[in-house]
């Protein structure tokens, strides 16, 4: 019977690489911390010398679902509520900003060698090895 990739023995190169991977990304993406400075009069845009601040975007997003409720097959409307959404999750995106917390570099050499040497462990499970 062969195992992960086809090789006999890779279902524990496997297992290992998966909780090493999955351990090392949980504690990466855990070590991350995100900051927004949105609001309502916050510019998300500029257009020449005129910015379009968040609250602007609410304005079309509130015609929009005036227009559906009122007809719900009006693509006018549609188009306004969902094109101010788009623009909105752009916006906050854009103004995120990410960083890691503190740690001491024992920290970060385990969590990277514990999400990419799992990364590595799990490739290397999957590949084609005839015995």
Do not use: C, H
Not at 23 to 40: M, P, Q, V
Not at 83 to 104: H, K, P, T
Request: aromatic share 12%; no cysteine.
């Amino acid at each position: 019977m062969r195992g992960a990739g086809g090789s006999q023995g890779g279902e524990l190169q496997f297992l290992i690489g998966i909780v090493m991977m999955v351990a090392g990304f949980y504690l990466l993406f855990n070590a991350i911390t995100i900051e927004s400075r949105f609001g309502l009069g916050m510019r998300l845009y500029g257009i020449g010398g005129l910015g379009i601040t968040s609250g602007t975007l609410m304005i079309p997003l509130i015609a929009g679902v005036v227009f559906i409720f009122y007809n719900v097959k009006n693509y006018i409307g549609w188009l306004l509520s969902i094109g101010s959404l788009v623009a909105l999750v752009v916006g906050v995106l854009a103004n995120a900003q990410f960083g890691l917390r503190g740690m001491s570099s024992f920290d970060l050499l385990v969590i990277l060698v514990l999400a990419f040497g799992g990364l590595g462990l799990f490739l290397r499970s999957l590949k084609y090895n005839p015995l």
